[in-house]
């Protein structure tokens, strides 16, 4: 069964400072992984996908990262700012069409 | 466009009481998904649809009940409300990657938080 991990569950950095996110999964036989960013008491908002065929995908400040070997995905924030604060989710999608979940990583940009 | 939206937002319930959820989308999606959202155990999986007509169970369907009559519409049921499906709703619909029968990115409603005294 496909279990997907985040860690650390919380983290606060200074304004300006560059980031890293994790995410784990246990099965690499995903079709692709996905970064959502969900604001308190918000909907989820898609930041990045990358197919199992890729290795990253970018946009503007972010850049995400795909290794299916070790199991890992990464979220790259460039040059944080107050308005990145949120929780930012990662989700696998499995060969049954399901998105397997992470807890989530809750971000807080100190200004 | 909508987008994805959800009614209703809020909804407090008493212990056996049964409600629908309505989830619609205007994007010509073909899949469709109800999650459930807990505080420290992110989202899981209710039911999807991967076509009008066609239903299929999540992780965790027990206790709900769901409906695609039509393409741009997913329903959710609740027919004998507990306290444990006390959460917050969120429904999401997805394209098929190109080439592909795989769902591509989700797009998700604002949630509806449902609260069963």
């Known amino acids: 069964k496909q279990e997907v991990t985040q860690i650390p569950a919380a983290l606060s950095v200074p304004e300006g400072e560059n980031l890293v996110l994790n995410c784990s999964f246990t099965?690499?036989?995903?079709?692709?992984l996905q970064w959502f960013r969900q604001d308190p008491g918000k909907g989820l908002t898609s930041l990045l996908l990358?197919?199992?065929s890729q290795r990253e995908q970018t946009s503007g400040r972010l850049n995400a990262s795909l290794d299916k070997s070790s199991g890992r995905s990464t979220l790259y924030i460039a040059a944080s700012q107050p308005g990145d604060s949120a929780t930012y989710l990662c989700a696998a999608t499995d060969s049954n069409y399901q998105l397997i979940w992470g807890a989530g990583t809750k971000l807080i940009i100190k200004p | 466009n909508a987008g994805v939206t959800q009614t209703p937002k809020f909804r407090v319930l008493k212990t056996g009481q049964s409600m629908t959820l309505l989830c619609a989308q205007d994007m010509n999606h073909e899949y469709m998904y109800w999650y459930r959202q807990d505080p420290g155990m992110g989202l899981r999986l209710i039911h999807y649809s991967v076509g009008e007509g066609t239903t299929a169970k999540g992780e965790v369907p027990d206790g709900y009940n769901v409906s695609r009559l039509k393409k741009q519409n997913f329903l959710l049921g609740l027919e004998s409300a507990a306290p444990s499906q006390t959460s917050v709703y969120f429904c999401a619909s997805s394209f098929a990657g190109t080439g592909s029968r795989y769902p591509y990115e989700q797009y998700f409603g604002p949630g509806t938080r449902l609260t069963v005294t």
């Open positions: 099965d690499s036989a995903i079709y692709n």
């Open positions: 990358i197919q199992s």
